[in-house]
């Protein structure tokens, strides 16, 4: 509901979240992982899809008044591959490609230690990369993003789909969701793959050659020398990594990029908090 409402309300949802970890311990730097995109310079979020409560909105000059400490802003994915550089799955590399892959998809860019942000502050929305240009609308408003056709929600939907024209098939999946087909998710899918329901496999199998396209490119963009994948979806999806690392080949024009290291985040569910430490650093 706060990424819908007004812009205080999220503000107040960041000083809530702020004040709840702080309490009596004294702190001097303040770092925020928040949706692009947005201008890590200025702390100002510009126009994030998957938070439209925020437009152009001066977070970090918000929090710096209120707090009276140096504030620093950046994407939630560039903070994240921040972390797993200095400290987790990709330290020691030069050249770090992360995506971090579950409600939506995020991504970040790391060289020689330090985020690329581009020219404006904005790059690295490899979430809104367009591999099917005939595809669905995005909320970003791009057809066939990555983000559209392998984040979680088009996991969820692929299934209703494949469950609604061959309902015996999808059973077990139906029954993880309470026996309500409108309410299977990813969820329910990764349960189902984990107790080997074929029409799971299926599912995932799908989304991995989907992710594996995408990488593709990527690969043949930056020329990472490890590709660090977080997120829900991701941690499902990790027992088709070797199958996605070896079919990376022939979707690149990089001879390489079979030899590229794909691991997954040391981070996972607190990417958010190591990403926020690495902003302070």
Request: net charge negative.
């Amino acid at each position: 509901m706060i990424a819908n409402g007004s812009a205080e309300a999220g503000l107040q949802a960041v000083i809530d979240a702020i004040d709840s970890l702080t309490g009596t311990t004294q702190f001097h730097r303040i770092g925020v992982c928040a949706p692009g995109p947005l201008d890590p310079k200025t702390g100002v979020v510009l126009n994030p899809p998957n938070l439209p409560c925020w437009r152009n909105f001066p977070l970090g000059a918000k929090l710096a008044e209120k707090y009276e400490h140096p504030v620093k802003v950046d994407n939630d994915a560039n903070a994240a591959a921040l972390a797993e550089t200095r400290w987790g799955a990709a330290r020691g590399y030069h050249y770090v490609f992360y995506g971090t892959v579950g409600t939506g998809i995020g991504t970040g860019i790391v060289l020689d230690g330090r985020i690329y942000h581009g020219y404006t502050g904005a790059a690295a929305e490899g979430g809104h990369v367009t591999i099917d240009y005939h595809g669905p609308v995005c909320a970003c408003g791009k057809r066939g993003c990555i983000e559209i056709l392998a984040a979680g929600p088009a996991i969820g939907k692929r299934a209703r789909s494949k469950i609604a024209t061959d309902p015996a098939r999808g059973s077990a999946i139906v029954a993880l969701a309470n026996g309500r087909l409108e309410d299977v998710k990813s969820e329910q899918v990764g349960q189902a793959f984990a107790a080997d329901d074929p029409l799971a496999r299926e599912i995932l199998q799908e989304t991995t050659e989907l992710l594996t396209i995408w990488l593709g490119t990527i690969v043949d963009l930056l020329d990472p020398d490890v590709i660090v994948m977080g997120g829900g979806v991701a941690a499902m999806l990790r027992p088709f990594f070797g199958e996605m690392k070896a079919s990376l080949p022939r979707g690149c024009v990089n001879p390489a990029a079979g030899e590229i290291p794909l691991v997954i985040a040391r981070y996972g569910a607190d990417a958010g908090i190591a990403g926020g430490a690495a902003l302070c650093e």
